[in-house]
């Protein structure tokens, strides 16, 4: 059963920021959202999280809503290196479960 | 940090075959997971080990799947009799014990297998 909804594919310019969104509508108080992303034929790399609070790194930002019923993931500049599918996910284990996630391409 | 890594990164397999992938996870990560993902579609857990415990198994893997991690280092995943819907993608991810961040994974590059 999916936790997430997100975009099928989204479109980014080189250089701007891409903002890629999520619905976790059910999330529990002690469910972590997650953002992986894979780039073809390579496995999923971790991007950040958080459960509360926004957080950033030197990666991305994370904005999670106050009702926490939704994030942004946003990437400051994007580049063609950030083509990949980015992977929204809640969870409070170590089980995590990927939906398809949201086609990002870079395009110059 | 070496990163995880896998080995074979790619089997052909006819039908009827048995396979056994390797993971060797980070060198201070106590927690490993397999993974499967067919094409199109997101990874799908397999199972997860807590050192040379297995913690869990989900119901993807039938009887013709087992995995091992003996003295909690590397693992191996092998699956007997291939069946042509084995093909896939089989990721390894490992993770660090402690709170917090425990859950963020690191993937390795996965093995492909084609059963033909």
């Known amino acids: 059963d999916a936790k997430t909804t997100q975009p099928p594919s989204m479109d980014c310019a080189e250089g701007r920021a891409a903002n890629l969104p999520c619905n976790h509508s059910t999330i529990s108080g002690n469910e972590y959202v997650y953002w992986y992303r894979q780039i073809h034929s390579q496995g999923p790399q971790y991007i950040i999280h958080?459960?509360?609070n926004n957080e950033t790194n030197e990666m991305a930002s994370l904005i999670i809503t106050e009702d926490r019923k939704s994030s942004t993931l946003i990437l400051p500049h994007a580049t063609l290196r950030d083509t990949a599918v980015y992977y929204c996910i809640v969870s409070n284990d170590y089980k995590l479960s990927f939906g398809a996630g949201t086609t990002v391409t870079v395009r110059a | 940090d070496t990163g995880v890594s896998q080995d074979p990164r790619h089997k052909i397999t006819k039908r009827g075959q048995n396979v056994t992938f390797r993971c060797d996870p980070i060198s201070e990560h106590n927690r490993l997971y397999w993974y499967r993902q067919t094409l199109g579609q997101g990874p799908e857990f397999l199972t997860y080990?807590?050192?040379?415990?297995?913690?869990?198994k989900s119901r993807l893997l039938s009887d013709r799947f087992s995995a091992e991690r003996p003295k909690g280092s590397f693992s191996t995943l092998e699956i007997q009799r291939t069946e042509q819907g084995d093909s896939a993608m089989y990721l390894c991810?490992?993770?660090?014990?402690?709170?917090?961040?425990?859950?963020?994974?690191?993937f390795g590059p996965g093995t492909r297998l084609t059963v033909t």
């Open positions: 958080g459960l509360k």
């Open positions: 080990f807590q050192n040379e415990a297995q913690l869990e």
């Open positions: 991810a490992s993770s660090r014990p402690g709170t917090g961040s425990i859950y963020e994974q690191y």
